[in-house]
């Protein structure tokens, strides 16, 4: 893959270019539009770590998003720097690197259900056991099929930023192929058959079926690597690793930084599992001790650790760009960083101490509930309303005006294609807030009632 087609301005469904602007590149103008979605701003109310919460410090998927978004403009503009020295690139500046990450960070999780992963989970549940949801997503094939049964956040936020914002608009937000690109962490179709491809990048799918056609152009236009004859599988765009490292940094930090600020870990907790990470530990003692009180150490050693990872991993994509450009390699930056074994002990005290205290745990179970009964009764009235367009039940006809004309069909003419009117339906819930899908349930199934 060559760096300069890597970093295309072109954007899908738009001008092939923009003429260059003393205040703004192309690739600034991607971030503006991601901050000015509607999409973008639901966030607010999405789930990072603890649902719900009623305490304002605790980050919620907007948050995250932003500080990702600050940690991956860093490391970009770093990478960027060596890049341009190394190949030559000086039509390009290295806070390009920058703004390019710093904008798919911004979005990396804009596709995310409610219930933070529990609602990836709870979709994936419905397609494969619910009574209607099971036997619905069966008569599905392929990737059509898989969509729904391995429901991917990733997935839905490709259709997000390309088709879903602005949808008057051929390519929604019309980004930049190099931000899109950079924004797939995952750049293949649901189901591979029997084509197995080892690596981090085909873990999990980036783009639904529906969506292939959209993915291949963007690819055709980075040059990036076709990996399977047969299936949508691609290497990924380079800058995604910095992408995916950004993301892995912060919310593995912060993650423990809020587990403090909500009692699940003490200042010395803390401090044992940060000051291994940092590089020349004792330089920070003197600065701790003038701090006053754990509150402030703990954000004075986040803030170090943050920027420690970042320097291991710009080390880590530079010497490994040649691979990388090459396809080769495919593995988590984080992987391959002198601190990585302290850095994954964040993660595996998260997992013990955080992800599992009942404040999240009791709330999750609820979103199975909540987002099953959503998709259970919505489709079970498109449906019948599709199938039986003059005799469909008075309870279907009343449930389908709960869902917006955008997501049914123009003039609420519903498809009379199953897997589009799915894919629609889970486009509508995996774009509601928690507390709106929490309404919308409660007013679905008469817990709630107008008086």
């Known amino acids: 893959m060559l760096w300069p087609q890597l970093l295309s301005h072109k954007r899908i469904g738009g001008k092939t270019t923009q003429a260059a602007s003393a205040t703004r590149t192309d690739f600034q103008r991607d971030f503006d539009r991601i901050v000015f979605s509607s999409a973008f701003r639901r966030m607010q109310d999405k789930t990072q770590v603890f649902p719900l919460s009623k305490i304002d410090y605790v980050r919620t998927r907007l948050t995250h998003s932003l500080e990702s978004s600050s940690v991956g403009r860093s490391l970009g503009t770093l990478v960027g720097e060596q890049v341009i020295t190394r190949h030559g690139l000086f039509n390009f500046n290295a806070s390009d690197f920058g703004d390019i990450c710093a904008a798919a960070c911004l979005a990396h999780d804009i596709g995310n259900p409610p219930f933070s992963h529990a609602g990836e989970d709870a979709i994936r549940h419905w397609a494969g056991y619910a009574n209607y949801g099971q036997s619905r997503v069966a008569g599905l094939r392929g990737s059509q099929r898989e969509d729904f049964i391995k429901f991917e956040g990733n997935a839905q936020g490709f259709r997000v930023l390309a088709r879903l914002q602005n949808t008057s608009n051929n390519g929604g937000l019309q980004l930049t192929c190099a931000t899109l690109g950079a924004f797939t962490k995952y750049p293949r179709e649901s189901s591979l058959g029997d084509n197995f491809h080892k690596g981090i990048s085909t873990v ?248």
């Open 204 to 451: 999990k799918h980036g783009f639904f079926f529906e969506d292939i056609k959209l993915f291949e152009e963007i690819a055709n236009i980075l040059g990036l690597i076709r990996r399977d004859k047969k299936r949508a599988v691609w290497s990924r765009h380079p800058l995604a690793f910095l992408v995916e490292a950004a993301d892995d940094i912060c919310y593995r930090v912060v993650d423990i930084e809020d587990g403090f600020r909500l009692g699940h870990l003490n200042y010395q907790e803390v401090l044992d599992l940060f000051w291994p990470i940092l590089s020349n530990p004792i330089r920070r003692q003197a600065k701790l001790d003038q701090l006053s009180g754990d509150k402030e150490r703990v954000e004075f050693l986040r803030a170090k650790v943050i920027n420690e990872i970042i320097k291991q991993s710009r080390d880590c994509f530079l010497d490994q760009e040649e691979s990388i450009l090459s396809g080769q390699f495919d593995m988590p930056l984080l992987e391959c960083i002198p601190k990585q074994t302290e850095f994954q002990r964040l993660l595996e005290v998260a997992q013990t101490r955080i992800y599992c205290t009942p404040e999240v745990v009791d709330i999750e179970i609820a979103g199975f509930e909540v987002l099953g009964q959503l998709l259970e009764r919505f489709i079970q009235a498109l449906d019948d309303l599709a199938e039986n367009p003059n005799t469909a039940k008075a309870i279907s006809r009343m449930t389908s005006l709960l869902v917006p004309e955008q997501f049914i069909g123009t003039n609420r003419v519903i498809s009379p294609e199953p897997y589009g009117r799915l894919l629609r339906l889970t486009d509508f819930v995996s774009g509601m807030t928690d507390s709106y899908a929490v309404y919308l349930f409660k007013k679905l199934t008469g817990i709630s009632l107008p008086v």
